[in-house]
């Protein structure tokens, strides 16, 4: 299945991708890329011969009726591989055992330092858990990823995506194995996802900014609701400065 859509993501949008040597041919490697769109976790595992596994939320493999069961065999196709977010610690630890176990196999584990979507574009700080945790507990190289233009394919909350050409740029695999064993050092997972996401900003040319994307997302609802707020406010005042008037011309 994994076949079939990438050729059909291929055949239809026609991704240009940079830096497909630095992808090892065999053996495990940790792909860290920008995360600006849904479809992210579908145009890279597209131009790439060989499987990646990203986590995704088990709400998706185990929602009901037939919409479920198809989302469910979509997201298993492309090798998504649930991770549930229960527990004292949530997706987390989740993330960490599975991209462990995917590395352990030898394979490509996927995953976005972000933690979640962009919600304007711009880069976000890395947050220093999984993905500098999975590379120091298993040694594996970390390979820098820049997904170009998928936000303007599909941003949040559009369903049908724009037929357009998406980029792909991977950079050169960042060695950490110095700090093999150190995956409960905060300094040290600090200074690795800070590395790794210098170089996801150069390959991307994305504008970075020094907050938590989640932070930023709860700024932009805010002001959203504070600018809702003020515009009802402000319809409400018209209202009663209208009123005010027609008593006026009585």
Excluded: C
């Amino acid at each position: 299945m994994k076949f079939s859509i990438g050729g059909a993501l291929k055949l239809a949008f026609r991704p240009w991708v940079e830096g497909l040597e630095y992808i090892p041919a065999e053996g495990p490697a940790i792909l860290a890329s920008n995360h600006l769109s849904f479809s992210d976790s579908f145009f890279l595992p597209a131009v790439l011969d060989r499987k990646v596994t990203f986590i995704a939320k088990a709400e998706y493999f185990t929602s009901p009726g037939v919409k479920g069961k198809l989302t469910a065999a979509f997201f298993k196709g492309v090798g998504q591989l649930p991770v549930d977010r229960s527990g004292a610690r949530g997706a987390g630890e989740a993330a960490v055992r599975s991209g462990v176990e995917v590395i352990e196999r030898g394979e490509l584990f996927g995953i976005y330092p972000e933690g979640t979507r962009s919600p304007d574009g711009r880069l976000y700080r890395g947050k220093p858990g999984g993905l500098a945790r999975v590379a120091l507990a298993t040694g594996a190289p970390v390979i820098p990823v820049a997904m170009i233009d998928t936000e303007k394919i599909q941003p949040p909350g559009k369903v049908v995506p724009k037929l357009m050409s998406p980029g792909i740029r991977i950079g050169k695999p960042l060695d950490f194995s110095r700090y093999h064993g150190m995956e409960h050092d905060r300094f040290i997972l600090r200074s690795v996802t800070d590395e790794v996401m210098y170089e996801i900003m150069k390959l991307s040319g994305q504008e970075y900014v020094d907050i938590y994307a989640t932070a930023a997302k709860r700024q932009i609802a805010d002001a959203e609701k504070a600018a809702k707020e003020a515009a009802k406010e402000a319809e409400r005042a018209a209202k009663r400065d209208g009123g005010v008037e027609r008593d006026g011309d009585r």
